[in-house]
Structures are given as C-alpha cells and as structure tokens.
C-alpha cells in the first residue's frame, strides 16, 4: 500500500516537472515513467490516461497554490496590504524557482491555457474554473478595499480580471526573459488598475 | 523556381496553422510536409532544422503584425485614439479568427514564448526581440500622449510593458474561454494603467 501510493506520488511529482520544463503535449507515458522510475505498466494502474494525469497535476497544483492564495489575502492586515502581499509573494516564489533550476518556470495554468485550451476540453474546464477562483479572490479584497474608500473601480468583477491578466502577462515575460525583474512593478501597475486612493495607497 | 517557392510556401502555411492548433514541441517534421502536400525530402531543402522552421513562421507572422501595429499607431490621429485603435483592432482580429476557425487563437508569441522559452535559447532570443519591439511601439505613443498632458504616467518605459502585458493576459483569457468579449475592457484598463488624463479620454 505504501508502495502503492509511492508510484503515484513518484509519476505526479515526474509529470509536474516534466510539463513544466517542456509542456505536455510533447510528453509520452514511457518518458514519464521513467522518469519516475516505475514501470510502464503501472500508469494506467493510476491513470486513465496522459490527460487524467494532467488534471491530477493541475488540481494538486492549485490545491497548494490555493492555500498560498488564500493565506496571502486573508488576515487582518487592510485589504490592499493583502493583495500587495500576494503579488509579492508570487514575485519570490518564481525567483526561488528561477534559484532552484537556473529558469523562471512561469504559471503553470498560464503555460496550459496557451499550450491545450484548444486541445482538451476538459484541461480548458479546469483551468477556467482555477482562474474564476482566483478572479473571486482578488474581486474579493477589491469589493474590500471600496469599502473603505482604498479604491475608486466601479466594476470590481473587472478590475480582478486586471489585476489577475496583468499578474499573467507579466509572468509571461518574467519567463521568456527568465527575469523575475519583470514582475517588481506588480504592486503599481495593481495600483493605476484599480484607482488606489491617497487613502489606499497608505493602507497598503 | 515556381513550384519550389510554392513548397516552401505550403510548408510555412502548414506549420504556422499546426503551431497555432497544437503548438510546437508536439509536432514532428513527417507531419508538416503531410499537411502541406509536400515530400518530407524536401523539407529540409528549405529548412535546416524545425527550429528553424518555427523561427521563420515567427519573423513571417511578427512582419504582418508589425505592418498592422504601424498602421494603426502612427498617423494624424491623438496618439491616445491610435492606441485605442490598435487594441479594436486586436480585439476584431482575434474574434475574425474565431470566426474562421471556431477558437481563439490568441497570440502566436505568447503562445510560443509560454511553450518554449526554457526549451530553444533562437525561439526565446526572436520573441525577446518582438516583444521588446512592440514595448517600443507603445511606449513612443505613450510618450508622445504624455507631452499632450493626455498621461500621468512618469515612466513610459513601464507603462508600455504594462500595457503589452495587459494585452497578452487577456488574449490569454480570450484563448482560454473562447470569448472575444475577453478583450473588449482593454482600452478601459489602459486608461488606468497609463493614468490617462481629462484630456485624454476626450482626445481617445
């Protein structure tokens, strides 16, 4: 049984790299497992196919991610404080990254969006529904934030899909000029999406 | 001479239809002359390599973009309204591909720089280049808005970056929920990330 779940946890943690390091559609079930070091014939002993492992990956992904999230932007520090915390943390998190194997590994939803959403439907699903929650989570601390006067956006529902857009694109670069540099301006580019007030710009 | 600029040109036709569809990585050589109609022999009298291929899919595509990007952002226009009429645009772009072919396709570049910046040092160096151009194309209009008074913004440098990564997390967005409607709030964002002035908006 603890061998079992072993061979799971060793093709997840293969396949997570792997997709990382060069995407997924490149990637065969032999390349995985060996990388994994089991046999081939157990990955279907887990998997019902290279696509099951993908979700796999991408909910345990999220799942921790999601954690990390949801730490960042709770608490009883003001709201943009939080936010500001996030991107933050987000930006070293890559540089640790970058610091581990010599390159900024990007968003791993954001890499799958662009590599499979026209390819498998069900990954597209996943991820829409990964980055409908991280859009709740940040229009959460928005809605927060005009609360108290901290911001001047009238649709905060769109303002969230600012600040998480701006969060990927400037992940995109960050990886394909492999600087985490890329994502230092965060916090001001959040800053003009929204509308910070003198107020905010205090709190935060 | 005819048929052989003929071959060549069905191979980039396919290629830059297959990289868009299903990416690079999982693409192979004997598949892209199939497509084309072309003798896999021939392939590599025009390529030395599928790198090489990609990265003339890539120059073909950005000397198109770069025509369309000129056009719309030089003129007698404000520079504001140019700037708005090359986001219209992307935005029209984009929902004329879908249209055509069921998917938003998105950005070649994104697509490409998410899928193979850690795997080709030529593919990174080219995109690192067409981006950079791109920030360059923005940030002279930003500069030319802010002598106007139409922009608060006191690095045009960053405000270009923003704005292009803007633009790329949203097509993104628009890729992965197959809506255009994705992109119809960029001007709006714009307007804030570049702190666009009274004057501005009614110049715009």
Redesign the interface.
């Known amino acids: 049984m603890g061998r079992t779940s072993d061979a799971r946890r060793k093709i997840l943690d293969a396949a997570r790299s792997l997709i990382e390091?060069?995407?997924y559609?490149?990637l065969g079930v032999a390349e995985i497992c060996k990388a994994a070091g089991v046999p081939k014939g157990s990955f279907y002993y887990f998997f019902e196919s290279k696509e099951a492992l993908a979700l796999a990956v991408v909910d345990e992904h999220w799942a921790a991610q999601k954690r990390d999230w949801t730490r960042a932007l709770t608490g009883d520090a003001e709201p943009l404080r939080r936010l500001r915390r996030l991107l933050e943390e987000t930006e070293a998190g890559q540089l640790a990254g970058q610091r581990g194997c010599g390159?900024v590994?990007?968003c791993l939803f954001?890499?799958l969006?662009?590599?499979l959403?026209?390819?498998t439907e069900a990954v597209?699903g996943r991820?829409?529904e990964i980055?409908d929650a991280q859009v709740d989570m940040v229009e959460s601390v928005v809605a927060e934030a005009r609360e108290r006067g901290d911001v001047r956006v009238t649709d905060t529902r769109?303002a969230a899909?600012?600040v998480?857009?701006?969060?990927?694109?400037?992940v995109?670069?960050a990886?394909?000029?492999?600087s985490t540099g890329?994502l230092s301006?965060l916090w001001?580019?959040c800053r003009?999406?929204?509308?910070v007030t003198a107020a905010g710009v205090t709190a935060a």
Do not use: D, H, I, W
């Open positions: 390091g060069r995407g559609s490149a390159t590994a990007g954001g890499n969006a662009l590599e959403s026209n390819q597209r991820l829409q980055f769109e899909r600012a998480v857009a701006q969060l990927e694109g400037q995109m670069f990886k394909l000029y492999n890329r301006p001001q580019n003009a999406l929204l509308g």
